[in-house]
């Protein structure tokens, strides 16, 4: 048995020193590395930003030890979990809004698979602005809880996805609010394009070989192609990687366009895959994602619910990063594309991990600020009585 002070070897000595002068101090403007860097590339004027929260200028890791396992030495993860709730969703909400903040609109409504109401919900809140979300009765029950946490009024829908968001565009006409919808709002693909600014800045300034991304709606695969098109545009870079978009083999339509076969029922599942983040059975932009991976001599990959997984548990015990099945799909599409002949182990590869589940302390949704709609009447009549406290 040991010292009962558990600080044995501290005892008696000096707390380490330096040779301290303001020079030792950053210079750098404390956490300035976030998506508004590239703002001359996006909608906003050059005045101060009035979003509150710091979105973007997530990390591009070497994760050493997946590197060794998979005998990959060039890869990256750029790690978008670190977003504030936690999914590359926070960079598309962030814009809206802050055009929002600049037009005076007091609502914000989104459709949403989880992510981009949880990211919509936390956005709005900071914000000052009411959230109204729509989403299907298979959403899960921590993101739901989420939503009502950040004061969100929830609508479900039947129906699945697809209605929600006719639900949630249609009130966003009929009421005048800010309309986040994903590939409605030009806006979302504007402010996920940054991620590939980030990529280029972070690999000292070139772009990788390939960059592997999940799929559902499109926009984040879309809006890549977009940013490293842009590097070209702008002279600083030659030439864009490919991209490999990737499914869950229960929902893959694109895959399945891809290859120009059609999709069978188990193939177009959305509650079926543990993947809900990418579980869309009708992409809003799934054309333009075929269209950009035609173009760049990309891939369509699918991967089991068994592989997704797996990569949820490789990158957090060879990596440590904590990914839901959703933001893990790039691991899953690497391995399907590297066995297929797809990727060269050695080229350098950029995994996007897109989101991870956020604890919610086993709370659920508050019951006052869910309710079932088929209608926009409906809506209209749950909102007038004022959101609940819970
Ligand atoms: C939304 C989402 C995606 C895919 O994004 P799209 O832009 O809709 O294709 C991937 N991973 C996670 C975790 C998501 O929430």
Known sequence: MGSVTGSADLAGCEWLQYDYSPALMSQ???????????RKLLPVPDDPVRYPLPVGGTPLLPAPALRRELGT???????????????????????????????????????STGNAAVATAFGAAAAGMRAVIFVSTDCRPGKLALMTQAGAQVFQVREGYAAAVELSRAAARTFGWLDRNTGANPFTIEAKKTVAFEVWEQ?????????????????????????????VSCGLSARQPRLIGVQAERCQPLVRAWFGTPAGQTELDPAAT????IAVVHPAIGDAVLDAISRGGGEMVAVTDDALLNAVATLAGRAGVGAEPAGAAALAGLE???????VDPLETVVLLVTGREVKTGGATAYPGRVAVVERLDEVERALADPIPSP
Do not use: C, H
């Open 336 to 342: 399907s594309a590297v066995e297929r002949g797809l």
């Open 73 to 111: 030495p060039q890869l990256w993860i750029k790690d978008e979990t670190r977003n504030p709730s936690a999914s590359n969703k926070d960079r598309a909400t962030a814009l809206v809004i802050e055009d929002g903040l600049r037009r005076g609109v007091d609502t914000i409504t989104t459709a």
């Open 28 to 38: 750098g403007r404390p956490g300035s590395f976030t998506m508004w860097r590239y």
């Open 274 to 277: 543990v993947a809900d983040g």
């Open 203 to 231: 690999l000292e300034r070139r772009v990788p070989d390939v960059m592997i991304v999940p799929v559902g709606d499109g926009p984040t695969l879309v809006a890549l192609d977009k940013g490293f098109a842009e590097l």
